[in-house]
């Protein structure tokens, strides 16, 4: 079991930085399941770019809820990540739901489903990322109640939205739209000319709006981390990444389709500030 759970510490560490480093302000005794948890979110969420075929998307994502769901031991024992899974999920009593609305939120990667609304939107944006920063908590904190968690909503989506921001140009390339179809049409931005990766007045308009989105739940998020259990901390922390990235995204405005970083060393430097005060900074 420790090689699986090595085999998961390494997968994070080259395919999820910041939640990495996050992690490593956990006690010792917990990071094995976060390794594990984020291990698979970096398997799911990889799918859509590993296969040609919605279909084949589909069958691997109902193999990981039939894995989740008890329905193959012996082929879940062979994987190393749903090894590793399987046992934290045991060890930590984690809640079968949770994981199934990350499951499902990712059939929209795989079949490209539109994103009509913005409550659509945001709703994927929470499947995604609050959910899994609900789960790290969980794994943390194994002894709160349930609206200890409420931090994780906020935190997920100001997390997710700048995600979708960050890397809008790699998702347009490979014909991917994850920006509501609503927001779209009320700037008069055609979704053709986004996967075309072709800027306008109007699509700068509706990036704006997110970013502003963004930093609304960022807002929303700092203050109910303020009520969080303190031992939640490395659940919440890439949040305090947030502020970094708008800054960087609005300069880059007017390339939308550039794909923006904050360099590692300043990250890493923020997550330890964060650490350390117990609370991201203000905008």
Known sequence: ???????????????????????????????????????????????????????????????WRDVIEGRRPEEAAGHPVASALCDARSRNALPQHLFEALIEARRHDVNGEPLVRLDDFETYVSDTFATLVELAARILVPDAKDNDFAFAKPVGLCIGIVQVLRVLGFHAAHGDLFLPGELLARHGVEPHDVLAAKSS???????????????????????????????????????????????????????????????????????????????????
């Not at 390494?10 to 291990?39: C, H, M």
């Not at 259990?229 to 550039?258: E, G, N, S, Y």
């Not at 794909?259 to 923020?270: D, F, M, N, S, T």
Request: charged residues 25%; positive net charge; contains cysteine.
């Open 1 to 63: 079991m420790l090689s699986t759970y090595q085999y998961c510490e390494d997968l994070v560490r080259d395919g999820d930085k910041d939640r990495f480093l996050a992690s490593l302000f956990a006690p010792a005794d917990r990071r094995q399941a976060l390794y594990a948890l984020y291990a698979f979110n970096l398997e799911i969420s990889n799918i859509s770019a590993s296969v040609r075929e919605p279909l084949a998307g589909e069958i691997r994502l109902q193999w």
């Open 201 to 283: 007045a109007g699509l700068l308009a509706a990036l704006a709006e997110l970013r502003g989105r963004a930093a609304s739940h960022y807002v929303t998020a700092r203050l109910m981390i303020d009520k969080a259990p303190p031992a939640a901390t490395p659940a919440w922390l890439p949040a305090a990444l947030v502020p970094a990235f708008l800054k960087v995204i609005d300069r880059h405005r007017d390339r939308p389709f550039a794909i923006v970083e904050v360099p590692q060393w300043r990250r890493q430097w923020i997550l330890w500030r964060a650490a350390r005060v117990g609370r991201p900074k203000a905008m």
